[in-house]
């Protein structure tokens, strides 16, 4: 069975770093697309970070590049999102999310999840003085 479990999320001040994990277990990381999300109050779902697990190709949305880094360790099977010069509009619930098959992840980020089949429960951002 197919679990996403997301950790690393807290409290931080403006300009803090916080580094999320994305724990999967059930299958391999080499098969498929895993996919970063966040979700504001008020605010639709939006793709911030997504990482092939056939070529380790990535895509970032353009309010973190430069900030963000997504990444991975196939041996611990899990993926990794560090986030540097956070700011309040970072403040969000974070979704690591798994897709398989030929995704391109410029496709997945820009559409909030396209492709995206299991999903985990989240993990809270906030980003306040």
């Known amino acids: 069975q197919v679990h996403l479990v997301e950790s690393g999320g807290g409290l931080v001040q403006p300009g803090g770093s916080l580094r999320l994990s994305c724990a999967a277990s059930?299958?391999?990381?080499?098969?498929?697309?895993i996919g970063w999300f966040r979700q504001a109050p008020g605010k639709e779902r939006e793709g911030v970070s997504c990482i092939s697990g056939s070529d380790g190709s990535t895509s970032y949305a353009d309010s973190v590049k430069g900030r963000f880094t997504i990444s991975r360790d196939n041996a611990k099977n899990t993926v990794y999102l560090q986030m540097h010069s956070l700011k309040p509009e970072d403040t969000a619930v974070y979704y690591c999310?798994?897709?398989?098959?030929?995704?391109?992840?410029?496709?997945?980020?820009?559409?909030?999840?396209?492709?995206?089949?299991?999903w985990g429960k989240g993990t809270l951002v906030t980003v306040s003085s």
């Open positions: 999310a798994a897709g398989e098959g030929p995704l391109q992840t410029t496709v997945v980020v820009t559409t909030g999840g396209y492709g995206m089949y299991y």
């Open positions: 059930g299958f391999t990381l080499d098969n498929y697309v």
